[in-house]
Each structure stands twice: as C-alpha cells, then as structure tokens.
C-alpha cells in the first residue's frame, strides 16, 4: 500500500502538471486565434437554418432588448439568393429597437447585416429609411436597403463593420427609423457577431512617408475584400474562423492591361512563419496577379484597380504580398502607387526582402484621406516595376487587398447610391411594383441582373459605366459603398455549386437528355486531361477550370470542370446539358458529353482550336482578319441564332450572344456556344417570355431592362453590338474612353446618324471595305440597335443582309478588287504565321456557363419537320 501510494503521488503531479500546461497551451491558442467565444450567426425573425454553404444559422430570438418588432417572410425569392436562409425572413421595427449582445471586454468584433429589400406583407419597402448604431457608433444613417439595391441591381445588401474593443462586457445594436418620411421602417434579415483578434496596428500615411496612422483603436467599414489573381473564397472558407468573403478582383481593374495570374507551385507550402493564419486565407497567398514575362510591355503600364469611396474619410489600404515566382532579393522590384502617390518609399516593395524566401506571406497597411474635391472620391491602386534598382526582372504582382474606412467623430454612416439615367425609367416600375404588396416581381429588376456571392463584381458593373458618363453618386458593392470598373465577363447571376451530396445533377436531366449525350465516368475525364493537369488549363470561367484533353486516343474536347466554390452550379450544368443534347447545328457548339461522379461535375465540347471571336479582332498579337472572313463569322453566328429562333419546337433565346460566345474552329467555321442563360419559349402566345433580367452589360436590350420581357429581339439587339464591335475593333463598354465614347452602342449610332462611322471602324478595315457593303452593313446594324424590338429585324432578315454583304464584296473582288481568302488571316501571312495561329488558344473560358436558376419549362426538342434552316449549310454563299 504505501509503495503503491509512492508510485502514485508523481503520476497524479506529473497528470496536474500536464493539465495545467494543456489549459494554458489552449488559452494561448484561443488568444492567438481569436476563438475563446463563438461566433453569434443569425436569422432574424425565424428559427434559424442552414444556408447554401453549409453554415447554421440560430434564432436572434434571444438577444432581443428593449422595444417592439414583427417577423414577417417576403413573398418572393429572388432567383439570385443562394438560400432562403437568412433572407427570405426578417425582424421589422416601426420604432426604436434595440438587440442586445453579450461580449468580450477591450475586444475587437466584426459584425455583419444582412439586408434583402424584398415585398414583406403590410409593409411597403420604398418607405423603409433607418439608422444603425452599435453602442454610441453611427452605422447606418437614412439607409435605404431598396434604393441601394435597386441602384446597384443587387437582390441583397451585405454591410461588415469591424468594432474597436470597448470597455465593457455588453453591445447594443439600435435600428431606429426615420422620422423623414411617413410610415418608415427599419428591418434586418441577418446579422453576424464574430470575435477577432488585433487585426490592425500603424499604418503609414500616403503623401507623408514617415508618419503613420493608428488604426488600432478605430472603427472601421468594410469597403473591399478581394483575392486577387484568385477565385471567389467563401465565408466557410477564410482563416482564422473569422467568416470573411474573399471576392474576386477583375472587376476592379481598370484599363486594358490586366496582368496574368501567378499561382505557387503544388510543391511549395505557404508559410505564415511570424504572420498569424488569421491574416488571410492559404489560398490568398497561394494566387496573385503579376504583370507577366515581357519587359518591353511591362515597361508600359502599371496593373492598376479603381475603386469608389466615400468623400471626408480615411482609408486604410491593406496590401496582402507572397512571392510566388522568385527566390532571391532584386528579382521583383516594384513600385505601389496610391491616389498618384507612391505610398511604399526607400525602398520599393521587394517581397523576398521582406519574407526572406518563397511562398511565405506579408502584408503592408497604407492610409490615405479622401477628400470631398470633384473627383475625389475614389482611390487607384497601381503597381509596376521599379527603375531605380535595377531588378532582375520588371514585374510587379498583388495577392489579396482590404480596404476599410475608419470612422469620423464616431460616424461611418454615407449616403445612399443614386439612381443612374439608365435605370431611372425601370425605376418607374419598380416604385409601382413596390407600392403593390401583392406583387412577387417588385424586387425583380433590382436582383435580376445579379446575385448571389460572385455578383459582387458582376452588378456594379453597370454603375462605372455611368459613373464614366456623368460621375455620379457613388454605390455599393455586396457590404460597401463603391462602384465596379466593367469588365468583359457575364454580369449575371450565379447558383452555387451543390454537388456535395446535396444535389444529384444528373437526378434532374430527363431521360432524353441523357440519352442524346455521352455519359463519361470520371476515370475516363482524368485519363483524359492528365488527371486534370494544369498545363492542360487553356481558360477559367465563371464554371471552374476548362481543360484541353483527348478521349479514345484521338478526340480532341475541351472539358470544364466545376468549381466547388464556384457561383455557377447544378441548375446551369443541368440547362447546358438539357439545351444543347437536343440541338445540333454546324454553327452551334456541340456538347459530346458530361460527367457526375464523387461531387465533380464536368461538361465535354467539341474543341475550338482559335478560340473566340473578340481575340481576333482587337487586343491581338496577330494578324488582323480580313473584312471578308468578319463578315462570313458574322454570318455563321447569324445561322445559329437564326436556327435557336426558328429551327426548334421552340423558341430558344440565347440571352448572352456576345464576342466570346462566338468560338471559331480551325476551319474558321462559327459557332454561337454558351447556353446556360437560354430561355425556351413554350410560353410565347404573349410575344414574350415573364424573366428576371440576365445578360451581359453593353449587350442588354435595353427594352428587355425595362419591362422584363424577353422576346428574341433581345438576341437581336445584342447581335447588333456585336456587328459594331466587328467593324470597330473594340469592347462593347470601356470605361477608360471619355464619356461619349463608353459605350459602343451609343458611340457607333452617334457616327452612324451623323455619317461619321467611317472615323470610328477598325484602322486595318479603313479602305478595305466598298461602300455599298459598308452602308448594308452599317444600316443592319443600326436597325438591331433599335430601342424597341418591334423595329427590329427577325435574325433571318439579319442573315440576308449580311449574306448580301458578303456577295457584294465577293462580287467586287470578281471585278478586279482585292479580296483575301476567309480560310486564311490575309495573304500576306507567312507559313510561320499561319501555323502560329492554328495553335490552341486560351480561349474557351468563354465558354463559362451563365445561371438561370428560375428555368423551370421543359427544354425543347428539336423539330425535325423544319428543314429550312439546313438549307443555309447547302448553300453557304447567300441565298
């Protein structure tokens, strides 16, 4: 017994001793990673659930303080919300309420609300102003949920604060409405109280390099959070348990220099070394943007981002930096310029001097004031090579950015977005539609056009182009107050990915579909593209990821694989598979097959060795098309549209013809791809089909914007932009242009009406083009341009003309005139150049699905008895 109790005795100090060491080890832990409380996520006004990503959300039930609310639930979803949960229901106030939240003392939180301006019985949304205080902090003040969403076509509105610690153990959330108008009200769909550690230290102030700025202690708004170079990370995604969104940057980018992406080889691990985890995401680090290899052209520019803020506050610009590429110091020397102002001095930014190797991260905190002067309000992020050191190599590259505004005398509150000139007239209807309680489509025009997390870049789009025009009020992006520079992808709205055993794809494919295509298994998918390769990347869409590969040892195909993180999901992966099975068509993208098989989701097309339309005819390296070989593309892609209109049981309208959904073969043969925003028109007694708004700003029918009635004229007017954009070598929006000049369709109907269209062609056409085809084709173009589709020609009337065209050019080069062959890129081409422009391009990520999640009629069938169309291919010259 006493030996027993001898042998005891260390073992229960050495167990208390570990105990001890355990707990403390674990405090440690929590106080690194910020995690010794739970984060609060809530839905208010119900008991809570699970949205899309995965993630719980609880009643706000308990921590309801002083006053009187209601919960109501909205009456229609907006196809753009990836789930009902937290916004299809809402906590409403008509007086001061008050939430009450439990917290940490000298603890730093983010918080987060959730606001979907939709039609709630008794309750009219257009009358909904109110402020927002957390404690004495004014967060919101005269915030209309529905004008910023409708200004900024959102169907939700996501604001993040970050709140400085306080000194006490308790924090109030006040919604107050307005007293300015009569019957206003306050509401919230969600909100979000997330414990973080200390987030922010000095910054150094742009403009005085040696003085910094404390941003320890201040409150602060979320104005940007973007992965840039990267995808879109979801809040279940970031680091640190923080429960950040992590958005893509290519909206933000401003002229027409954009960089390449620079991704950190599979063998190199990040390492955070002395920067905690909680800094941003692996994935942050493991992507970025640089200016790519030729030092001719990077001696040219600056990558640069644009983005609008708020006048009368300071900024604090966080800068996420991991070398990726180089291994030594004086490899990559660069310059980061602020607002015209080089924030980083003596020395520049040189990464691995700052980490001391690959792959380990840093960050870099700049502030900057804007000011209220005209022109002001917005801050211009650029980077480019540094001269004076003399680097290795002339780059420069940018992993993640922030940008928050630290709030004045304790106010962060700005002011709501403006309605722009292009919107004003559907504001006519949405304010009808709002004062009908009744109606399901009142928030149809505002969340149509986007949603989701990837519309975060996508709505805004629309607002730089008017922003260009007029400089008008500033909007928001999904959690702040900002514009979007337009860029050359689909603004529409996205369907997560739910392939995660939540929703079998292939489960909603009928059985003709499925039939009508080949189904692969995922070995077969793998063998083909080398177990998915990344040197067999040739593009990255809104879907995920398309690879080159080779099936049966010999088929050429491009496949694209989903993206689990991905905006687009099973609803476009099912429209694709259902639309183009039962279509087939010398101008219409074949789909060979699909895959679904342990959560991957992939989509096999006939490969498209020269890629798409807009690659050839500006921004190229190579030479320059013919006008005879644009107008037989031209009148490829009018066969298969033509064919969508007529040649079916139904109506098809593509809703997204645009330059890079025309891809070209090797042959040079046309053909319209892309059809994961298609409507088919079973409906169409009315003329029109009932949608909410999708498509791609610069071709949006503007008559389709207004009413949302999609009819194939709106196919029509897209097609007319792009036969300007043919002959004018130029993007259907550039924002960089004065502001005449924005749009191309405004600008070329300008010229067009004034006969000055011949100063706006493309340079290599000017002289090359007889006058009767030029006015045919102009006259055909200006008409698809129409601003009600009733004066608009049918797509066979489209086909004609441009067939016409193309016989008067024909028929002028019979008479002696020049004419270069359509099978090849000019006559004078070297063999060399040919064979260069015979190689794939990366180009199929024009091939990206859009989303259409409210496709609920039955795909159509092809309508064999209607053979008229097939007579185009006999007689391909005209007719």
Same mark, same amino acid.
């Given at each position: ?41 809530? &839905? ?83 009358? &909904? ?309 009744? @109606? ?66 292939? &489960? ?26 990344? &040197? ?53 993208? @074949? ?19 020269? *890629? ?23 009148? *490829? ?112 109907? @300008? ?42 020609? @049918? ?85």
């Amino acid at each position: 017994m006493y030996t027993g109790s001898r042998i005891l005795f260390p073992v229960v100090i050495v167990s208390l001793l570990l105990c001890v060491l355990l707990l403390n080890a674990i405090g440690v832990s929590c106080a690194r990673g910020g995690k010794e409380e739970a984060s609060l996520t809530l &839905s208010c006004g119900t008991n809570g659930g699970m949205d899309a990503d995965g993630r719980n959300w609880d009643s706000d039930s308990k921590y309801l303080g002083s006053g009187e609310s209601k919960t109501v639930r909205a009456t229609f979803q907006d196809p753009s919300l990836l789930s009902q949960v937290p916004y299809m229901d809402a906590r409403v106030f008509t007086k001061e309420f008050s939430y009450k939240f439990p917290i940490t003392s000298k603890k730093r939180y983010w918080v987060r609300f959730h606001f979907y301006p939709s039609t709630y019985p008794g309750f009219n949304i257009s009358n &909904s102003y109110f402020s927002v205080a957390a404690n004495d902090i004014n967060l919101l003040s005269n915030f209309s949920a529905a004008i910023t969403a409708q200004a900024l076509t959102q169907a939700y509105i996501v604001r993040e604060y970050s709140l400085a610690p306080v000194d006490s153990d308790s924090l109030t959330i006040t919604f107050k409405p307005s007293d300015k108008y009569p019957g206003s009200f306050a509401f919230v769909n969600g909100i979000e109280l997330v414990p973080t550690p200390d987030l922010f230290d000095s910054a150094t102030m742009v403009g005085f390099s040696d003085q910094s700025f404390d941003a320890s202690s201040g409150n602060m708004q979320t104005m940007f959070r973007l992965n840039v170079g990267g995808n879109y990370i979801p809040a279940n995604n970031d680091s640190g348990g923080l429960l950040r969104t992590w958005y893509d940057d290519v909206p933000y980018l401003f002229g027409a220099a954009i960089g390449l992406n620079a991704v950190l080889s599979k063998k190199i691990k990040v390492d955070y070394k002395d920067l905690p985890d909680y800094a941003a995401p692996v994935d942050v680090y493991r992507t970025g943007r640089s200016m790519g290899p030729d030092k001719a052209v990077n001696l040219g520019y600056n990558l640069t981002w644009l983005f609008q803020v708020d006048a009368n506050f300071t900024y604090v610009m966080r800068l996420h930096f991991c070398e990726v590429e180089f291994e030594r110091i004086n490899q990559r020397v660069f310059n980061i310029y602020i607002n015209n102002q080089t924030a980083q001095v003596d020395p520049p930014a040189d990464i691995i001097a700052w980490t001391g190797d690959k792959g380990v991260p840093t960050y870099k905190d700049y502030s900057i004031y804007i000011d209220d002067k005209p022109g002001d309000e917005q801050i211009i992020l650029a980077i480019g090579p540094s001269l004076d050191t003399k680097p290795e190599y002339f780059n420069s590259i940018l992993n993640g950015l922030e940008i928050f505004k630290i709030d004045t005398s304790k106010n962060l509150a700005g002011p709501n977005p403006q309605v722009s000139d292009m919107l004003s007239k559907a504001e006519l209807t949405s304010t009808k539609s709002f004062s009908n309680e009744s @109606s399901s489509s009142t928030i149809q025009v505002i969340g149509g056009a986007a949603g989701g997390a990837a519309a975060i870049g996508l709505v805004a789009a629309i607002c730089i182009v008017v922003y260009q025009r007029k400089k008008r009020v500033p909007g928001t992006d999904t959690h702040t107050s900002s514009w979007l520079p337009i860029y050359g992808h689909s603004q529409t709205s996205g369907t997560k990915s739910t392939i995660s055993g939540k929703s079998n794809p292939s &489960s909603h494919l009928s059985a003709m579909a499925q039939g009508l295509c080949r189904r692969f298994s995922l070995p077969e998918i793998r063998q083909a593209t080398k177990n998915f390769d990344e &040197s067999y990347v040739i593009g990255v869409g809104g879907f995920g990821k398309v690879y080159k590969g080779v099936l049966d040892g010999k088929l050429k195909v491009a496949i694209k694989r989903s993206n689990p993180s991905s905006e687009q999901g099973v609803n476009e992966f099912v429209t694709e598979i259902e639309m183009l099975s039962k279509l087939r068509h010398k101008h219409l993208v @074949s789909l060979i097959g699909f895959c679904e098989q342990d959560e991957e989701m992939c989509l096999v097309y006939d490969y498209m060795a020269l *890629g798409t339309l807009r690659e050839h005819i500006y921004n190229i390296k190579k030479p320059h098309l013919s006008w005879k070989q644009r107008l037989e593309i031209c009148i *490829g892609a009018a066969r298969g549209l033509h064919y969508l209109h007529t040649g079916a049981k139904y109506t098809i309208i593509h809703r997204d013809v645009k330059t890079t959904n025309i891809l070209l073969d090797e042959n040079w043969v046309a053909k319209v791809s892309d059809f994961g925003l298609s409507k088919t028109g079973p409906n169409m007694e009315h003329g029109h089909v009932s949608t909410v708004v999708k498509g791609s700003f610069g071709y949006l029918d503007p008559e389709y914007f207004r009413r949302q009635q999609l009819t194939e004229k709106s196919d029509i007017y897209s097609f007319g932009v792009v036969l300007f954009e043919v002959l004018c070598a130029r993007p259907a929006l550039n924002p960089s242009l004065p502001k005449e000049q924005v749009s191309l369709a405004d600008w070329a109907l @300008s010229n067009t009406r004034k006969g000055t269209l011949e100063n706006i062609i493309d340079p290599h056409l000017k002289g090359k083009i007889i006058p009767e085809c030029m006015k045919k084709f102009s006259d055909t173009a200006e008409k698809c341009l129409s601003d009600n589709g009733i004066d608009r020609p @049918s797509m066979g009337d489209v086909l004609w003309n441009l067939e016409f065209c193309l016989q008067l050019e024909e028929n002028s080069s019979s008479d002696g005139s020049s004419s270069r062959s359509s099978r090849r890129g000019g006559s004078d081409e070297s063999s060399e150049d040919l064979s260069l422009r015979n190689r794939p391009q990366l180009h199929i990520s024009s091939l990206s699905l859009g989303s259409d999640s409210d496709l609920d009629e039955e795909p159509e069938e092809v309508d064999t008895n209607n053979t008229a169309i097939f007579s185009q291919i006999v007689n391909p010259t005209g007719r």
